[in-house]
């Protein structure tokens, strides 16, 4: 039964990496997008110290936005996701398999990469690992509230700018928790509730979010 | 029509466009009343606050915007939900009808707020909980707008703007809970919005006043979208084709 | 089997497209041992009936059944009998063509083991391609590969084939005409659309044109 599962998972880690620049696209704008920020606020290690919890994870956001796109497109052009819907496992498998491939390409390096940052904006190494935890447990967050966009905008035009649009706004409370957790850490208070919550957060969307894709594949392939 | 009135009687397009159509005319009269009473005790009858002057004034358009900007948010869902699991055309288009006014009404309040905020605080915009929170809720509202809109198909864009509406509806308390959270950590206390002053007597019925004029503006404005629909998804159907055959003939 | 296998069967079908429908009122059933040739002019709704019937979409009325259960309800049951191949071929560029029909064979519950695929690329004459990136084939190759899923696929009682012969040279052509009559003689049925004249003999192909239940 998880074999599908895994096919799926498989399938998808082998066409990344047979595209590997294609596939490190998003971090690249990641670095990018993240070190405007020094340029157009100024180099001032306080304020930096002060933004960098908050631009790190939005700049993740988007970087992690970006390859979702993709991420049931071209299955769903080149007739992969129809026989997916026919191979009789749940669509939420499906839905899962799919969020943790794009984690494994795209997220799973925003967390590798991030602690970097943390050094160039001066964060206290307390701080760092608290950066890289936060953006642990936030990244499956985003690529499973992605699916569930990739899946709503399946085959449109505007798809990924739409995309943004719809799920940007679901991801403001595990911003929220995430940024928080950092800035708390800086501070040197607890972080506790923040990863509980960002905790909660994770697992309200692992459970619920590939039941929603699965809705959305269905609706968009009727 | 035979006699008996059921609940789905008037779910069925032609007899809701037949219903709607003699019911908007006194919407629109009772909004018109209800408006002039409430903006009369609002600013004639109630006193005039304490600690901020006459600028309060505008929480009588400022909180029943924001009340029907979430209340209409969840109707939406609720509408659209049952359009996607009854397959119940009617839902869908009133669904559909009833986003570009919450969105509207989400608007004034975030407008509204804006100048209670000016004389109030000095700026015209302060990240308080509520407000943004309001700001989220635009976002909501114009994201399922955009998908509807994107979606060629009726039938895809009504299921998908269905779930999209109910996964913005579920997250809504998630949201609104975080944001005060962070709202909380940052800012303290102090600055808020939501510290509305104590009500005077007088100043909770002008506010009830103005509440019942939005709804009352609501149900007119989208029943009258609702209809606009309707004609456009049935103009195949014989009763549209007649009446507009009628109209022709009459104007 | 001798008690009745279950039968895929279609019960005043209507399918809609946009705002209208493009047929109604269609019945059908899919006899063991039947090869049904779906005929019909451009735009009436072939491959949206091929849709349906494979549980892809819900029609606009009606209802599909499989063994007299709704597709909906008969789950892996239904999936573990279907072979589904679309206009498009599901094969991405960048893998083998190993490596793409294990990838077919196994989403539908296949052990896929290299042998077994090496031998259905064999029947469809691919195997001395097997490890070339899809890429490099032609329209006509890449057919044969997704044709190969049917090599496969023996299990499977009900094969729905989108333009099958699509793309395919005259042998290609024989080696499908092959395929279904075997598939034909061991029990299965299918349903294929193709716009071309069949040179499919053994069994006979019998005709289903949808034209006649066009909606005006």
Redesign the interface.
């Known amino acids: 039964m998880s074999?599908?599962f895994a096919?799926?998972v498989a399938?998808d880690l082998?066409?990344a990496a047979?595209?590997r620049v294609e596939a490190l696209l998003p971090i690249a704008f990641f670095l990018v997008a993240v070190s405007l920020f020094p340029l157009g606020v100024g180099p001032e290690p306080q304020t930096l110290r002060q933004i960098a919890p908050g631009v790190v994870w939005v700049c993740a956001l988007l970087a992690a936005m970006l390859s979702l796109t993709q991420l049931y497109g071209?299955d769903h052009?080149?007739?992969?996701l129809?026989?997916?819907?026919?191979?009789?496992?749940s669509l939420w498998l499906v839905s899962a398999a799919k969020a943790l491939a794009h984690w494994i390409v795209t997220g799973a390096p925003l967390v590798l990469s991030a602690p970097l940052f943390g050094i160039l904006f001066d964060l206290s190494a307390p701080a760092n690992l608290t950066l890289a935890l936060s953006l642990l447990l936030g990244t499956p967050i985003l690529s499973l509230l992605g699916g569930?966009g990739a899946a709503?905008?399946l085959g449109?035009?505007?798809g990924a700018v739409?995309l943004i649009?719809?799920i940007?706004?679901?991801c403001?409370?595990a911003l929220?928790?995430g940024a928080?957790a950092v800035s708390a850490a800086e501070a040197g208070i607890s972080t506790r509730g923040h990863f509980s919550?960002l905790g909660a957060?994770l697992i309200g969307s692992g459970l619920l979010a590939p039941w929603?894709t699965g809705?959305?594949l269905r609706?968009?392939?009727? | 029509m035979n006699g008996r009135l059921t609940l789905f009687t008037f779910a069925s397009p032609p007899r809701f466009y037949w219903l709607t159509g003699k019911l908007i005319p006194w919407l629109w009269a009772a909004c018109i009343a209800l408006t002039v009473a409430g903006l009369y005790v609002g600013f004639f009858v109630a006193p005039t606050d304490a600690t901020q002057g006459e600028a309060y004034r505008v929480i009588y358009m400022h909180v029943p915007a924001a009340w029907m900007s979430m209340l209409l948010y969840l109707v939406m869902a609720f509408w659209a939900a049952i359009g996607w699991a009854f397959n119940a055309r009617l839902a869908s288009m009133v669904a559909r009808a009833i986003a570009p006014t919450g969105a509207m009404f989400t608007f004034l309040a975030l407008w509204t707020g804006a100048f209670w905020g000016k004389p109030t605080w000095g700026t015209w915009w302060v990240w308080d909980a509520r407000l943004t929170s309001e700001l989220i809720l635009l976002f909501l509202y114009l994201g399922y707008m955009a998908l509807v809109n994107a979606i060629d198909d009726t039938r895809r864009a009504d299921q998908a703007g269905a779930l999209l509406a109910v996964v913005g509806a579920v997250n809504v308390p998630i949201i609104y809970f975080s944001v005060k959270w962070w709202n909380t950590l940052h800012q303290g206390a102090t600055i808020s919005m939501t510290a509305a002053p104590k009500m005077a007597e007088t100043m909770l019925t002008g506010m009830l006043l103005m509440t019942f004029a939005c709804w009352a503006y609501a149900f007119a404005v989208v029943f009258m979208r609702t209809r606009a629909i309707i004609v456009e998804r049935e103009q195949h159907t014989e009763w549209v084709s007649e009446m507009v055959r009628k109209q022709g003939a009459g104007a | 089997m001798s008690s009745n296998p279950p039968a895929l069967a279609a019960c005043r079908l209507a399918c809609r497209r946009g705002d209208r429908l493009l047929f109604r009122g269609l019945d059908f059933e899919l006899k063991a041992g039947q090869v049904v040739w779906l005929r019909g002019p451009n735009g009436s709704g072939k491959t949206s009936l091929l849709r349906l019937l494979a549980g892809l979409s819900t029609p606009a009325e009606g209802a599909v059944t499989w063994g007299g259960v709704p597709l909906r309800q008969a789950g892996a049951d239904w999936h573990r009998s279907l072979c589904y191949l679309a206009h498009a071929n599901a094969l991405k560029d960048d893998l083998s063509v190993l490596e793409s029909l294990q990838f077919l064979a196994r989403l539908h519950g296949h052990a896929a083991a290299e042998a077994d695929c090496g031998e259905a690329l064999k029947r469809v004459g691919l195997f001395s391609r097997r490890h070339a990136a899809v890429r490099t084939l032609s329209q006509g190759q890449r057919r044969r590969v997704a044709l190969a899923r049917l090599q496969l696929d023996a299990a499977a009682p009900v094969w729905i084939l989108d333009e099958p012969y699509d793309a395919l040279d005259a042998e290609g052509t024989a080696m499908l005409d092959a395929a279904l009559s075997a598939h034909a003689a061991r029990g299965g049925s299918a349903v294929l659309t193709s716009h071309i004249d069949l040179t499919l003999r053994e069994p006979v192909p019998t005709v289903l044109q949808l034209d006649a239940y066009r909606v005006q």
């Not at chain 1, 052009?77 to 992969?80: L, P």
């Not at chain 1, 129809?82 to 496992?89: A, D, I, P, T, V």
């Open positions: 074999s599908v096919t799926i399938r082998r066409l047979r595209r071209t052009a080149d007739g992969s129809e026989q997916m819907l026919l191979s009789g496992e569930l709503l905008t449109l035009r505007s739409l649009l719809i940007l706004p679901l403001i409370p929220i928790f928080g919550l957060l929603a809705a959305a609706i968009a392939t009727e």
